[in-house]
């Protein structure tokens, strides 16, 4: 009597919906207490980071060691910069979301800009060579755009508690702390509003390269004016 064989069993669509499904919470698992990877939508941050970047973000770097001066931070502008950016409507702000979601598109609400003031600094541009100060001493600022000056616009603010004083590395292009003076909050970011530090840049491939963190405090006396 002949034996009938087993046929192999296919996978179905119920597999492939389960597969995806897991790797969905898998990658939302990681992205909200690991690594996220975020879009560069504008130049506010060249020459290190271009409009297009897709940048890798750390969520955990700073929950032992707090941001410093010259720390780049990745944050939510909700209640400080969001004013910058007026909604969208239900509709965009779903599709926005998505995008930012497999790092198409930035989110509405989410800034990357240079820690420059930390809570009860002294935050004054320019003194008398032009140079950006902050409790009385200049400010050595090697990552600005090229041609850029620490800031056109003059201000002198102190730093409340619990908030961070931000601007972007291209000054002459950047919507940062300067831009909000008049508004509610006076442009300073809570601290717990800071979501990560950004250690990777991921795309284009020929800009893959490591974000490194300072190894200080960026604000140091300039020497001779310089």
């Known amino acids: 009597m002949e034996?009938?064989?087993r046929q192999p069993r296919k996978l179905g669509w119920r597999f492939v919906l389960l597969a995806v499904v897991l790797a969905v919470l898998i990658s939302g698992l990681v992205r909200s207490l690991w690594?996220?990877?975020y879009y560069i939508p504008s130049a506010s941050m060249e020459p290190l980071f271009r409009e297009g970047d897709r940048i890798l973000v750390s969520r955990t770097d700073f929950r032992a060691d707090p941001a410093a001066r010259g720390d780049i931070v990745v944050f939510?502008?909700?209640g400080s910069f969001a004013p910058l950016n007026s909604g969208n409507g239900p509709v965009l702000d779903f599709l926005g979301g998505a995008?930012?979601?497999?790092?198409?598109s930035g989110g509405d609400n989410t800034y990357i800009k240079r820690v420059i003031?930390?809570?009860g600094d002294h935050v004054v541009c320019c003194d008398a060579g032009g140079?950006?100060?902050v409790n009385g001493q200049q400010v050595a600022e090697p990552y600005l755009y090229a041609?850029?000056?620490p800031s056109e616009l003059k201000f002198s603010v102190l730093v409340p508690p619990g908030r961070l004083w931000l601007m972007g590395d291209h000054r002459s292009l950047s919507a940062d702390s300067r831009s909000l003076l008049g508004a509610p909050g006076g442009g300073m970011v809570p601290q717990e509003r800071v979501i990560g530090r950004p250690v990777?840049?991921?795309w284009p491939l020929d800009r893959f390269t490591a974000v490194a963190r300072p190894s200080g405090a960026a604000t140091t006396t300039a020497k001779n004016g310089q």
């Open 99 to 104: 995008g930012h979601w497999i790092g198409l």
């Open 35 to 37: 690594l996220d990877v």
């Open 3 to 5: 034996q009938t064989k």
């Open 147 to 149: 041609g850029d000056v």
């Open 200 to 202: 990777q840049i991921i």
């Open 131 to 133: 140079h950006l100060t």
């Open 117 to 119: 003031g930390l809570p």
């Open 76 to 78: 939510d502008g909700r």
